[in-house]
């Protein structure tokens, strides 16, 4: 199936669900709303013409420019032979989105890394923790504005 394709059918299952699609990027992507995420993945994945049965990668990104936080999942069909990115955009103070760990199980460590380095919360995630980073760490390294302490337990970074 073309990008076009996907995206009219994922619009007729769940009309306002996608936001956007865009056909000029090297991997065409759909811009879903951010709070049907989990629905539309999960139509993606259970409609047989679709069949996107592998979660490839899914990665968190922030964009302090446009004030947002950012889902990126890479989709692939190996049964159909087709791929589709989905987007999901969240505003940087309250950035909220359902987990798609019911989906395709791979979700689970990928959701707990977007949120222990970008503060994403997954809603429904089942062990929704630190993965990377200590539990008492403060803060999430990789949103753009954030301050590396000094120290840590007694640790200086500082040379």
């Not at 979660?55 to 032979?81: A, F, T």
């Not at 993965?131 to 803060?139: H, Q, S």
């Amino acid at each position: 199936m073309t990008p076009v394709e996907i995206r009219d059918r994922v619009e007729g299952a769940l009309p306002g669900a996608v936001l956007r699609l865009e056909t000029e990027a090297i991997d065409p992507w759909l811009l879903v709303e951010p709070a049907r995420i989990r629905e539309v993945c999960r139509l993606l994945r259970d409609d047989p013409d679709l069949a996107f049965g592998s979660l490839m990668c899914l990665s968190g990104v922030d964009w302090p420019k446009e004030n947002k936080l950012q889902v990126v999942y890479h989709l692939h069909s190996i049964e159909r032979g087709h791929r589709i990115v989905l987007k999901a955009d969240m505003p940087r103070d309250e950035p909220r989105v359902p987990s798609v760990e019911s989906v395709w199980k791979f979700a689970n460590w990928h959701e707990r890394e977007a949120y222990d380095l970008l503060g994403i919360v997954f809603e429904g995630h089942p062990d929704l923790r630190r993965i990377l980073l200590p539990f008492d760490w403060e803060g999430h390294p990789l949103r753009k504005d954030y301050v590396y302490p000094d120290t840590y337990r007694g640790i200086t970074n500082k040379p």
